[in-house]
């Protein structure tokens, strides 16, 4: 498989990572952490009969950010800091973090690498070296697993500097080869998208060009969430000897100009946690074998992006479970697949290990229909009319919230307390009663409520204290969804997320956030907004049934939606906003599927927002979207107000945004970071804003929610956002 979840099992890392940054624990007690879960994982991988151990797939905060340190691409300005890897990362007082963004189409975000003209690359293989040694201690020999010089470069968008980064990559080698490193994985994502000409040739320079090196291990670039497509016989024509494909996503097209190679064939899917249906993976597998040299099988993608393992998983239902894999499972399915692929006659390299997990007498089949009902028949992709003109939605909700110039509001979240979730937690655990929970979460919005009146703010937020995460939560209040325990996925950093299972038809039983949304509003005369996830963001963030097209998913999740919309509304709720900041996530690594998918999750969202009356004023947020590549679908929302990540991606955006015809709020400070932004600062975003945007429809906000913040960062960064407003509005 071509990498593995390393948060731990019981996310120790993020446990550990957080005692050292919080100065609870040194930087040898947190090596000493990754140190274990390395060893537990490669233990673990070994006895579920792995033959191919990866090694340098751990990473203490995200493997982008390590190959930069690899390759020195260390910007100067972070050298001086006490610990620069996590200057890097999160940033220090007086030095803002490296950009963050989405790697590809996934939820994972990676630290954006910083390459100028003047960088100076120099190996510095330590990691990966360190990594290799210590499994060799163990007993396990290891292949070494490195982002590619074309993707690393791709995503620093510096591929112009090819020439200079290759001898890091060809010195890299030398040392593995001298060490005896037998294979190396180089990482090659990027070549699934849509390459021009140059891009091409940058893949055939370099890969000729680290090929043609005497001492090194045998070369397998992994290409994974989608088909190589041009760039497939490019490849093929250098000496690498071997290549990974996805062959969940991508298929088998071309595959024959990989006759000499050893293809890596990614037939286990490590974008889901359905069991492989076998009959599938054997086809696929038969058919790469004739036309490959040598077929090694493996995952479509690192395991990262999946929980470990389902058998830490006792609340969900047998019959769900039998149809499941996990990290775990799917390695065991790995090893079977390669074992049952073999004629008779033929001879493994090892005898059969005990797949123990494997075992599964009484799971039942493993492909088939789902569980859950029948489903409903998909939903019409109608675009839900409705609502008037934005004119005249802007004047009646103009006359109906009287706000000032450049409103001030947050994104949703205030900071989850310990205290918070330790109630939770108690009352998950049957230890706390469903009353008293509900008094405590009433409690902190009322604590949310008076500090946003405190700080002068302009519209309201309840601080979504009732949710643990903005998926999970709705998942947990809707039918066809399952949640897991244990299912922690990385999203960034010490960051996870546990994306709910939806294996069924999607309904909404019961009204979900009226309640608190009421409560909110009973404590105050300020507008209070509602607070939503769009539809293909709780599809985007959970691990979606494939039995049934994404689409038809989605709507059925944009009707739960418009239902929950409606009784907001009805309760009185001014403003209500559904995120969609996965909208961006899901588009298409290649053009041509991108209309199409952008014309359904668009109908998706207005069919969930388009019950609203024109004085129901809508927002929408989306994070760190790369908005500008889907500016017209925004558009598309036809949102009232769209509030959007800018502050860790600066003026790009602000200049890509000036077309847009409705209520605006550019993120005016980076709440992933603990930084609290000066005064001087927001109000300089605010003019870049208002360089752009005429100022009726400008409104002031951080750039997501504030949930993983303290208080204390919270008010302080609130405070100098209300006091830059203030300093604009006297100006205009
Ligand atoms: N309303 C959500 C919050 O504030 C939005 C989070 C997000 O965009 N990821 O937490
Ligand atoms: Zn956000």
Same mark, same amino acid.
């Given at each position: 498989?071509?990498?593995?979840?390393?948060?731990?099992?019981?996310?120790?890392?993020?446990?550990?990572?957080?005692? &050292?940054?919080?100065?609870?624990?040194?930087?040898?007690?947190?090596?000493?952490?990754?140190?274990?879960?390395?060893?537990?994982?490669?233990?673990?991988?070994?006895?579920?009969?792995?033959?191919?151990?990866?090694?340098?797939?751990?990473?203490?905060?995200?493997?982008?950010?390590?190959?930069?340190?690899?390759?020195?691409?260390?910007?100067?300005?972070? /050298?001086?800091?006490?610990?620069?890897?996590?200057?890097?990362?999160?940033?220090?007082?007086?030095?803002?973090?490296?950009?963050?963004?989405?790697?590809?189409?996934?939820?994972?975000? &990676?630290?954006?690498?910083?390459?100028?003209?003047?960088?100076?690359?120099?190996?510095?293989?330590?990691?990966?070296?360190?990594?290799?040694?210590?499994?060799?201690?163990?007993?396990?020999?290891?292949?070494?697993?490195?982002?590619?010089?074309?993707?690393?470069?791709?995503?620093?968008?510096?591929?112009?500097?090819?020439?200079?980064?290759?001898?890091?990559?060809?010195?890299?080698?030398?040392?593995?080869?001298?060490?005896?490193?037998?294979?190396?994985?180089?990482?090659?994502?990027?070549?699934?998208?849509?390459?021009?000409?140059?891009?091409?040739?940058?893949?055939?320079?370099?890969?000729?060009?680290?090929?043609?090196?005497?001492?090194? @291990?045998?070369?397998?670039?992994?290409?994974?969430?989608?088909?190589?497509?041009?760039?497939?016989?490019?490849?093929?024509?250098? @000496?690498?000897?071997?290549?990974? *494909?996805?062959?969940?996503?991508?298929?088998?097209?071309? !595959?024959?100009?990989?006759?000499?190679?050893?293809? *890596?064939?990614?037939?286990?899917?490590?974008?889901?946690?359905?069991?492989?249906?076998?009959?599938?993976?054997?086809?696929?597998?038969?058919?790469?074998?004739? /036309?490959?040299?040598?077929?090694?099988?493996?995952?479509?993608?690192?395991?990262?992006?999946?929980?470990?393992?389902?058998?830490?998983?006792?609340?969900?239902?047998?019959?769900?479970?039998?149809?499941?894999?996990?990290?775990?499972?799917?390695?065991?399915?790995?090893?079977?697949l390669a074992h049952t692929g073999l004629e008779d006659g033929e001879r493994v390299a090892r005898p059969r290990p005990d797949t123990g997990t494997l075992a599964r007498p009484d799971a039942g089949p493993l492909s088939g229909p789902l569980s859950g009902p029948l489903s409903r028949p998909p939903a019409e992709p109608v675009v839900g009319g409705g609502r008037a003109p934005y004119a005249v939605r802007a004047a009646a909700q103009a006359a109906h919230l009287r706000l000032p110039l450049l409103p001030t509001t947050?994104?949703?979240?205030?900071?989850?307390?310990?205290?918070?979730?330790?109630?939770?937690?108690?009352?998950?655990?049957?230890?706390?009663?469903?009353?008293?929970?509900?008094?405590?979460?009433?409690?902190?919005?009322?604590?949310?409520?008076?500090?946003?009146?405190? !700080?002068?703010?302009?519209?309201?937020?309840?601080?979504?204290?009732?949710?643990?995460?903005?998926?999970?939560?709705?998942?947990?209040?809707?039918?066809?969804?399952?949640?897991?325990?244990?299912?922690?996925?990385?999203?960034?950093?010490?960051?996870?997320? #546990?994306?709910?299972?939806?294996?069924?038809d999607v309904s909404r039983p019961e009204p979900i956030t009226v309640r608190w949304a009421r409560y909110a509003r009973s404590l105050t005369d300020r507008p209070v907004k509602g607070m939503l996830t769009g539809p293909v963001t709780i599809v985007a963030w959970s691990f979606a049934r494939d039995d049934l097209p994404l689409r038809d998913v989605v709507f059925q999740v944009a009707d739960a939606v418009r239902e929950e919309v409606r009784d907001l509304e009805a309760a009185?709720?001014?403003?209500?906003?559904?995120?969609?900041?996965?909208? #961006?996530?899901?588009?298409?690594?290649?053009?041509?599927?991108?209309?199409?998918?952008?014309?359904?999750?668009?109908?998706? &969202?207005?069919?969930?927002?388009?019950?609203?009356?024109?004085?129901?004023?809508?927002?929408?947020?989306?994070?760190?979207?790369?908005?500008?590549?889907?500016?017209?679908?925004?558009?598309?929302?036809?949102?009232?107000?769209?509030?959007?990540?800018?502050?860790?991606?600066?003026?790009?955006?602000?200049?890509?945004?000036?077309?847009?015809?409705?209520?605006?709020?550019?993120?005016?400070?980076?709440?992933?970071?603990?930084?609290?932004?000066?005064?001087?600062?927001?109000?300089?975003?605010?003019?870049?804003?208002?360089?752009?945007? @005429?100022?009726?429809?400008?409104?002031?906000? @951080?750039?997501?929610?504030?949930?993983?913040?303290?208080?204390?960062?919270?008010?302080?960064?609130?405070?100098?956002?209300?006091?830059?407003?203030?300093?604009?509005?006297?100006?205009?």
């Amino acid at each position: 498989m071509l990498g593995y979840p390393r948060i731990g099992p019981r996310r120790e890392l993020k446990r550990a990572l957080e005692a &050292y940054w919080d100065g609870r624990g040194s930087r040898a007690e947190l090596e000493a952490v990754g140190a274990a879960i390395r060893e537990r994982t490669w233990t673990r991988l070994a006895e579920l009969g792995l033959e191919g151990l990866p090694s340098n797939t751990f990473s203490l905060y995200d493997q982008v950010l390590d190959t930069s340190v690899l390759l020195g691409a260390v910007p100067e300005r972070y /050298q001086a800091a006490e610990d620069p890897y996590f200057a890097m990362a999160r940033g220090t007082d007086g030095l803002a973090p490296l950009r963050m963004t989405k790697w590809f189409d996934t939820n994972y975000h &990676y630290i954006v690498p910083e390459v100028g003209p003047d960088t100076a690359f120099e190996l510095d293989a330590a990691k990966p070296l360190a990594e290799l040694r210590q499994a060799r201690e163990l007993g396990f020999e290891t292949r070494p697993v490195v982002i590619g010089p074309v993707t690393f470069l791709l995503l620093a968008s510096a591929l112009d500097r090819l020439d200079d980064v290759l001898p890091c990559y060809e010195e890299l080698l030398a040392l593995l080869a001298a060490e005896g490193v037998t294979w190396v994985q180089l990482d090659e994502p990027a070549l699934v998208a849509d390459l021009t000409p140059e891009e091409l040739a940058a893949v055939r320079t370099a890969y000729e060009r680290l090929g043609a090196r005497s001492a090194r @291990p045998g070369l397998f670039v992994a290409s994974y969430f989608g088909h190589l497509g041009e760039a497939l016989p490019v490849l093929a024509a250098t @000496p690498v000897e071997a290549i990974g *494909v996805d062959l969940v996503r991508g298929g088998l097209d071309g !595959l024959g100009a990989l006759a000499g190679k050893t293809v *890596v064939a990614g037939v286990v899917s490590g974008r889901d946690v359905w069991r492989t249906p076998p009959e599938r993976a054997a086809r696929l597998l038969s058919a790469v074998r004739e /036309q490959a040299g040598r077929v090694v099988v493996s995952t479509s993608c690192s395991l990262l992006h999946v929980p470990y393992d389902v058998e830490a998983e006792p609340d969900l239902d047998s019959g769900l479970k039998a149809r499941l894999a996990f990290a775990e499972q799917k390695v065991a399915e790995v090893v079977e697949l390669a074992h049952t692929g073999l004629e008779d006659g033929e001879r493994v390299a090892r005898p059969r290990p005990d797949t123990g997990t494997l075992a599964r007498p009484d799971a039942g089949p493993l492909s088939g229909p789902l569980s859950g009902p029948l489903s409903r028949p998909p939903a019409e992709p109608v675009v839900g009319g409705g609502r008037a003109p934005y004119a005249v939605r802007a004047a009646a909700q103009a006359a109906h919230l009287r706000l000032p110039l450049l409103p001030t509001t947050t994104i949703g979240s205030f900071p989850q307390t310990g205290e918070l979730r330790e109630a939770r937690a108690a009352a998950v655990a049957g230890r706390l009663s469903a009353a008293d929970y509900e008094r405590r979460v009433e409690g902190e919005i009322e604590r949310v409520i008076r500090a946003q009146e405190r !700080l002068g703010l302009d519209v309201l937020v309840h601080g979504e204290p009732e949710r643990n995460d903005m998926v999970q939560y709705f998942a947990e209040h809707l039918d066809g969804f399952a949640v897991t325990r244990n299912g922690w996925v990385q999203s960034y950093g010490s960051r996870c997320t #546990r994306p709910p299972i939806l294996h069924g038809d999607v309904s909404r039983p019961e009204p979900i956030t009226v309640r608190w949304a009421r409560y909110a509003r009973s404590l105050t005369d300020r507008p209070v907004k509602g607070m939503l996830t769009g539809p293909v963001t709780i599809v985007a963030w959970s691990f979606a049934r494939d039995d049934l097209p994404l689409r038809d998913v989605v709507f059925q999740v944009a009707d739960a939606v418009r239902e929950e919309v409606r009784d907001l509304e009805a309760a009185g709720v001014p403003i209500i906003q559904v995120d969609e900041p996965a909208l #961006r996530e899901l588009l298409p690594l290649r053009e041509a599927a991108r209309a199409g998918y952008l014309e359904w999750a668009v109908a998706a &969202y207005r069919r969930a927002t388009s019950g609203a009356g024109d004085r129901t004023q809508i927002h929408t947020h989306l994070c760190y979207s790369d908005a500008d590549q889907i500016l017209d679908a925004i558009d598309g929302l036809d949102a009232d107000v769209t509030t959007i990540e800018s502050a860790r991606s600066g003026a790009r955006l602000l200049g890509s945004v000036g077309t847009f015809e409705r209520g605006l709020g550019p993120g005016v400070y980076d709440i992933h970071s603990p930084r609290v932004p000066g005064v001087d600062e927001v109000e300089r975003l605010l003019r870049a804003a208002l360089r752009t945007l @005429p100022a009726e429809r400008v409104w002031v906000n @951080p750039d997501c929610g504030l949930k993983t913040r303290t208080y204390e960062q919270v008010e302080a960064a609130l405070a100098n956002m209300a006091t830059a407003t203030r300093r604009l509005r006297d100006e205009l």
